[in-house]
């Protein structure tokens, strides 16, 4: 195992998409950011200076951050910002993970371009359980704003009203040149003829779910979330923001150039969502005499309709660990969690701009999140300050009602706090995520920092105790950092809080977190050295 020192330099930087030129904020220059590659047990030490006008921290998504959660990123939950002029070391091991994961800014909406690709290799030695190609690329999902991200997300949480939509989604930066002005703003991938390449899929978009295509190809699935699955076949992957998924394409298609294509899946009803497509070209690349030329645009591949939730649930049914897992059990700690947007009055005497002069709003439970502002919540966790959080998140909803149907207006405005749900060292923790109607119906990508956890069931409808856990996968259920809840549906997770500290769970889709979808863990030191959290490193921003 090595260390691994990098430099990040987190600066405005001007780039050019959609005709338009504009300062955005990125890492070293780049945008996307730079890729880091790593072996699985490696020690990465990241110093991060912030020479831009914004706070920013980087979260290092899907990391588990064994004993390290100071380590971990979200502002105000693991640290407190970097102030412009300020830095930062984040240093942590990488202990038995391996894959795709990615690290991006967790500060306001600045992950919208300060983002990049984080890949695991096996250890020096070890092996892959799959033949390994030569060639690989990430290809990483995002989405582009004419105006500023961070401007966007103000004004909005001003007016109380949905912020506004994105204006392309790219590919490694990328619009692709079904947009205008964008003919040289495609990614292009190489492949050999005949030969197999690894593809590493993140979505780092915002706020949205994407149907990914290949145009004549289609891709063996081979991990996801750094974690190997049982490969599978399919023409068609579905990645909430957060997620990643390993592929294998064979290169076995005429020589030519083919459309690697992605498009919103959006389950919501009557939620504007961008209904474009991103391409980048899968290119072939030799001196073949039968290959079109350039001047003949690549085939495009069929991607599911924005709403085909069947498409999007037959990829996530596909995903499974490659062999018999032992399923930790029995539960300690069984939490029924609904999940879903809200409508706040607006205050007296103020006009609003969400739906009939509300402000939108997001709980969990009916608690919808607040970051503290003096403290990071582990630095009062750790120091015993009173008054920044309680431990008093509640581990079923106040009121049961149902869920999918239409809710009544009653229920739609939650209560604000910062609430923590404790658990000891160890015990096993099992989670029904319920997606609610309240407002609209909606996907929740749901992400737990620190920890991966089996996902044993999905489903559409009301959660039934009885009836659904008969089907439970407790055989060779995926391993994930984020689980998608189904629109109108639930999701049933399972792992053991064997990593003290404070995890922030939250909706990734930025505009969920923004209203308030989140709550935390707080899990308990245990007993001796392996079971604690670490020290504070000096450097430690504090608020
Ligand atoms: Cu990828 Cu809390 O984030």
Not at 435 to 446: C, D, R, Y
Request: hydrophobic share 35%; net charge neutral.
């Amino acid at each position: 195992a090595e260390d691994r020192y990098h430099d990040f330099v987190v600066q405005e930087t001007q780039v050019k998409r959609l005709c338009n030129t504009r300062k955005i904020i990125t890492v070293n220059g780049m945008f996307p950011g730079p890729t880091l590659e790593v072996n699985n047990g490696d020690t990465l030490i990241v110093n991060v200076k912030n020479k831009a006008k914004y706070n920013v921290t980087i979260h290092w998504h899907g990391v588990r951050q064994m004993r390290t959660g100071w380590a971990d990123g979200p502002e105000f939950v693991t640290q407190c910002p970097i102030r412009p002029g300020g830095s930062y070391t984040y240093r942590f091991t990488i202990e038995g993970q391996e894959g795709t994961l990615w690290w991006h800014a967790h500060s306001s909406w600045l992950r919208a371009t300060v983002y990049g690709a984080l890949i695991i290799h096996p250890k020096d030695n070890a092996s892959y359980p799959f033949t390994k190609p030569k060639r690989e690329a990430p290809v990483i999902l995002g989405e582009w704003w004419n105006a500023n991200p961070i401007d966007v997300v103000r004004q909005a949480t001003k007016t109380g009203a949905a912020p506004n939509t994105s204006d392309a989604f790219t590919i490694n930066g990328e619009p692709g040149d079904l947009y205008k002005c964008s003919s040289k703003s495609t990614t292009v991938i190489p492949v050999a003829p005949g030969e197999t390449s690894l593809l590493r899929f993140i979505n780092a978009a915002l706020n949205a779910e994407l149907f990914v295509s290949i145009a004549g190809h289609s891709m063996t699935v081979i991990g996801a979330d750094a974690s190997y699955t049982k490969p599978f076949t399919t023409n068609v992957l579905m990645l909430g923001p957060g997620q990643t998924t390993d592929v294998l394409i064979n290169a076995n298609q005429p020589p030519s150039r083919y459309y690697i294509a992605a498009r919103a899946y959006a389950s919501a009803q009557g939620v504007p969502f961008d209904n474009t497509t991103t391409t980048a070209i899968l290119d072939y690349v030799c001196s073949c005499s039968n290959k079109p030329g350039s001047s003949i645009p690549p085939a495009l591949p069929t991607l599911p309709a924005f709403n085909d939730t069947s498409s999007a649930t037959a990829f996530t049914a596909g995903l499974r660990s490659p062999d018999k897992v032992s399923v930790p059990s029995p539960v300690d700690e069984s939490l029924f969690v609904t999940v879903g947007l809200g409508l706040f009055n607006c205050p007296r005497g103020r006009t609003c701009g969400g739906p009939n002069n509300t402000r939108f709003g997001a709980s969990m439970n009916n608690v919808s999140f607040q970051l503290p502002q003096a403290y990071s919540i582990l630095q009062a966790h750790r120091q015993g300050v009173q008054g920044v959080f309680t431990s008093d998140f509640p581990s079923a909803p106040p009121v049961r009602f149902d869920y999918t149907g239409n809710v009544s207006r009653a229920l739609w405005q939650p209560a604000q706090g910062t609430k923590l749900y404790r658990l000891q060292y160890g015990s096993v923790v099992q989670v029904v995520l319920q997606g609610t109607s309240i407002f609209a119906g909606e996907n929740h990508p749901i992400h737990i920092h620190g920890y991966d956890f089996y996902v044993l069931a999905e489903g559409f409808g009301n959660f039934d105790a009885k009836a659904d856990a008969s089907r439970f996968n407790l055989v060779d259920p995926p391993m994930r950092n984020t689980v998608g809840v189904p629109v109108n549906g639930w999701a049933v997770i399972r792992f053991v809080a064997d990593n003290p500290g404070v995890w922030l769970v939250h909706c990734h889709l930025d505009v969920h977190i923004t209203w308030g979808l989140a709550m935390a863990f707080l899990v308990e030191d245990g007993v001796g050295e392996l079971q604690t959290l670490e020290e504070p490193p000096e450097d430690l921003p504090l608020c």
